[in-house]
């Protein structure tokens, strides 16, 4: 296998709330993505989702952990460096509304990043706002308008057109399409897939929606309370989840087909999502888990491979993965 693009070792990021509170937002998460994937990483509002596509692009300073775009350490690189990784890495934020300069015109606001690094000028710089805007699926005319005139789907586009602007090679897409009408997500995520076979793009798309995210990505994290719970490619995921909340969320997707929806069973999580100020011991989700066990409850299970592809955090399949191996090594012996 070819080296990671991306690499995300041991990764924190943690806020000072007051004095002797901090939230632990994102808390030791390690994780790699290779050349032109698209990795999908899923969980509830509030699990460190987008705290962790803005700690992986320096929009946040890390707490502890390393990330390695192509070998460079992004946190630790010198000024020039930084700016380089600055026009290959970029982000789609969430809100198409905020994330907009309301003040500024179009051109201007695709054009920002390449007047930063001086990449084109005059009538070039004006040729090159109006292929994005084609890009994406807009008319050059709208390079004069401002943001309030556009729908939220055309100003998503709009967002999607300025990350394009410096041919970056990795992009965090952070729920680019929570805050529009579904009639519009199915459009751009669309175009997002068409983006990445065309430009070979290698995303890191942030998602709640699980249907969605199953449809674009080629693997898939889950994230609960700051943690990576697991991580398998996205079919491996939808038919055999390992995790317990991996499996409520799945159980949590309607099924379009009446009959089935009425027969299969719902996994209903107890209790409220702990406080990422003073989360469980032991395993962050126990609190909320229909198979805890006793261990759970003092000691912090690791992500490890129990499948080939497919990692895990989880002490029901250690304790299952260790009696399968002495089951192996009784047989061995006995033959």
Do not use: W
Request: with cysteine; glycine share 6%; hydrophobic share 35%.
């Amino acid at each position: 296998m070819n080296k990671p693009i991306l690499e995300v070792e041991h990764l924190k990021k943690h806020f000072n709330i007051r004095k002797n509170q901090t939230l632990k937002a994102v808390d030791g998460v390690s994780f790699s993505i290779q050349k032109g994937e698209m990795f999908g990483l899923v969980g509830e509002s509030g699990c460190g989702k987008s705290t962790l596509g803005r700690t992986v692009l320096r929009l946040y300073d890390q707490t502890a952990g390393t990330v390695r775009y192509n070998g460079e350490n992004v946190h630790q690189a010198d000024a020039k460096t930084k700016k380089q990784l600055d026009r290959r890495m970029q982000m789609i934020f969430q809100d198409p509304y905020a994330s907009l300069n309301p003040r500024s015109m179009v051109v201007d606001i695709i054009a920002e990043g390449m007047d930063i690094h001086h990449l084109y000028q005059g009538k070039e710089r004006l040729r090159r706002v109006h292929e994005l805007l084609e890009i994406v699926g807009l008319n050059k005319e709208h390079a004069n308008r401002y943001p309030h005139e556009f729908s939220g789907g055309q100003r998503q586009r709009i967002g999607i057109a300025r990350a394009l602007a410096l041919e970056p090679e990795f992009i965090v897409a952070d729920e680019p399409i929570s805050a529009l009408d579904v009639s519009i997500q199915a459009q751009v995520v669309n175009l997002l897939q068409k983006l990445q076979k065309e430009k070979g793009l290698t995303f890191l798309f942030i998602a709640h929606d699980l249907s969605m995210v199953r449809h674009i990505s080629d693997r898939i994290g889950v994230m609960y309370l700051g943690k990576l719970v697991e991580i398998t490619t996205s079919e491996q995921l939808y038919q055999n989840p390992l995790h317990p909340y991996t499996k409520a969320l799945l159980s949590a997707i309607p099924i379009p087909d009446p009959d089935l929806e009425d027969k299969r069973e719902s996994i209903i999580l107890r209790g409220e999502i702990p406080s990422p100020i003073s989360p469980p011991s032991g395993c962050v989700f126990r609190t909320r888990c229909p198979q805890v066990m006793e261990q759970c409850s003092y000691s912090e299970p690791q992500i490890r491979e129990y499948e080939t592809g497919h990692f895990a955090a989880c002490h029901l399949y250690e304790r299952n993965h260790t009696l399968q191996g002495v089951q192996e090594s009784a047989a061995t012996k006995s033959t």
